[in-house]
């Protein structure tokens, strides 16, 4: 029987003190270079801050960039993001992923962003097909339903959006995340050209 997997995703605000890009050299930093920059003598609330590795028991490397890197680093096949991660980031990219915005600004982003997690929080994202762009060889993944396990019960996914994504041996490519009703308006134009081309 194939398993399935359930996680949580939480988010996590840092103060403005602790944030990476505030000292040059520590933004991007990596696990690895964690012990010598504490050597420098970095005080420990500034520690905290620091992205660190586990020792291999989840995290082989750990790293902080912007939500937009990540998803450009998927793109060009570098890391793989699986469907319901891209979206996440998708969505936090629309908020804070402008990393010159002044203070006063990152703390209304940061509001905007809490506001709509607290609605966004209780969707259950669980990807299923429901149809194939023959154009670019990508599947349109809905996002609505919550997955068979919760099936009967009131809890649901996102209504609005849709994942598109090439799977080359399960590994998803190509991937982006559009509008639901926007993909359906173009595959019902596309259904409607070609009857109307098999008609002449």
Same mark, same amino acid.
């Given at each position: @029987? ?7 995703? +939480?988010? +996590?605000?840092?103060? &403005? ?9 520590? !933004?991007? @930093? ?8 504490? @050597? *420098?003598?970095?005080?420990?609330? *500034? ?5 660190? #590795? ?8 750990? =790293?902080?960039?912007? #939500?937009?890197?990540? @998803? &450009?680093? !998927? /793109?060009?096949? *570098?890391?793989?993001? +699986?469907?319901?991660?891209? %979206?996440? %980031?998708?969505?936090?990219? =629309? +908020? ?7 203070? $006063?600004? %990152? ?7 809490? *506001?709509? #997690? ?19 060889? /990508? ?10 396990? %919760? ?13 598109? #994504?090439?799977? =080359? ?18 595959? $019902?134009?596309?259904?409607?050209? =070609? ?6």
């Amino acid at each position: @029987m194939p398993k399935r997997f359930a996680n949580q995703m +939480y988010l +996590y605000f840092l103060e &403005q003190d602790e944030l990476p890009g505030d000292r040059p050299g520590v !933004a991007g @930093m990596t696990g690895n270079d964690r012990g010598d920059e504490v @050597m *420098k003598g970095l005080t420990s609330n *500034k520690v905290s801050a620091l992205p660190s #590795a586990d020792g291999g028991a989840e995290i082989q490397e750990a =790293e902080f960039a912007p #939500a937009g890197e990540w @998803m &450009q680093r !998927a /793109r060009e096949g *570098k890391i793989i993001l +699986y469907p319901p991660q891209f %979206l996440l %980031l998708h969505i936090l990219a =629309e +908020y804070l992923d402008n990393t010159a915005i002044s203070a $006063r600004h %990152l703390n209304l982003a940061r509001r905007q962003l809490t *506001k709509f #997690a607290g609605l966004f929080g209780p969707k259950i994202i669980s990807p299923v097909g429901i149809m194939f762009n023959k154009s670019d060889g /990508r599947a349109v993944l809905g996002l609505d339903k919550p997955g068979p396990e %919760l099936a009967g019960t009131p809890h649901f996914g996102d209504l609005e959006r849709v994942v598109l #994504a090439k799977f =080359e041996k399960g590994v998803p490519r190509d991937v982006e995340v559009r509008w639901r009703e926007e993909v359906l308006d173009e595959k $019902r134009r596309q259904v409607e050209e =070609e009857r109307n081309t098999a008609k002449i």
